[in-house]
């Protein structure tokens, strides 16, 4: 009996792979510094806010899902990280006034410590108020998609920043941001809804983007290195996937049957 079933052997390899490059970069990071590129939505987000701020009016950001999603839980966890970097690199130093508004229960007690923490470490713990710099609202999709569509509407919200899990009120929510002429930045992960929002914000983190913004936000050598590992990944996927191609192309099954008989 094979080890390995037919149809295995590129799954397992690239496990591998992936496993060996994680560990060996971590390893690395002990003595030397990786970095990624900066992703230029990273810098609109401080446009955003600077725009808010010169129009005396808010910035508002949603902050959807469940901690415990099984979906969407890099989704909710990039929200989270964007909204303690804006808060302490950005609201407070220039006393902005922030809206964060929340559907799930697991998730508030969370945002709310670190917002808080945020405009403490950024100086202006009196920008923080309670029921209004994070408001919670229905879980219901598009009760809270409305919601929020309302909240732009009356806070004549400047900007938005809609980096957390989205699903298909997205585009109710974005177009609503667009009419009010907010300065919107958006991210998501989910396939369905990225084209909705490309043409409706200035700035998108896509897919994979979300969790390459987080990691250069944090600077986490856990979170570098696994971006930095993925590449390296989809490289030698690349080139697998050419190497096979010509190879059959020519005639050749060798590589074909090495890899599970693709």
């Not at 969407?72 to 902005?96: H, S």
């Not at 990944?233 to 890899?259: C, N």
């Amino acid at each position: 009996m094979a080890l390995l079933k037919s149809g295995t052997v590129i799954v397992f390899s690239l496990t591998l792979i992936l496993a060996i490059s994680i560990y060996v970069l971590l390893f690395l990071s002990k003595t030397r510094t990786f970095k990624i590129r900066k992703h230029p939505a990273i810098d609109a987000i401080g446009e955003a806010i600077s725009r808010a701020v010169e129009l005396g009016r808010p910035v508002v950001m949603p902050a959807q899902g469940s901690l415990y999603s099984t979906k969407y839980a890099a989704d909710v966890a990039a929200g989270l990280a964007v909204a303690g970097y804006i808060t302490k690199n950005f609201v407070a130093p220039m006393k902005a006034r922030l809206i964060v508004i929340c559907n799930a229960p697991d998730q508030l007690p969370v945002l709310e410590k670190i917002v808080q923490q945020g405009l403490e470490a950024g100086g202006a713990p009196e920008l923080y108020v309670p029921q209004d710099t994070i408001r919670f609202i229905s879980g219901g999709q598009m009760a809270y998609a409305a919601a929020y569509a309302g909240i732009i509407h009356r806070e004549k919200a400047a900007s938005a920043l809609l980096i957390t899990m989205f699903a298909g009120e997205v585009s109710f929510m974005a177009e609503e941001g667009a009419r009010a002429g907010c300065f919107q930045v958006a991210g998501s992960t989910n396939v369905y809804q990225i084209p909705r929002l490309i043409p409706m914000v200035d700035y998108m983190l896509v897919g994979e983007d979300m969790m390459a913004a987080t990691a250069w936000i944090t600077d986490a050598p856990r979170q570098v290195t696994t971006i930095i590992a993925n590449d390296i990944l989809k490289l030698i996927g690349l080139a697998a996937t050419w190497i096979g191609a010509i190879s059959v192309t020519l005639g050749y099954t060798a590589f074909r049957t090495l890899w599970g008989g693709l």
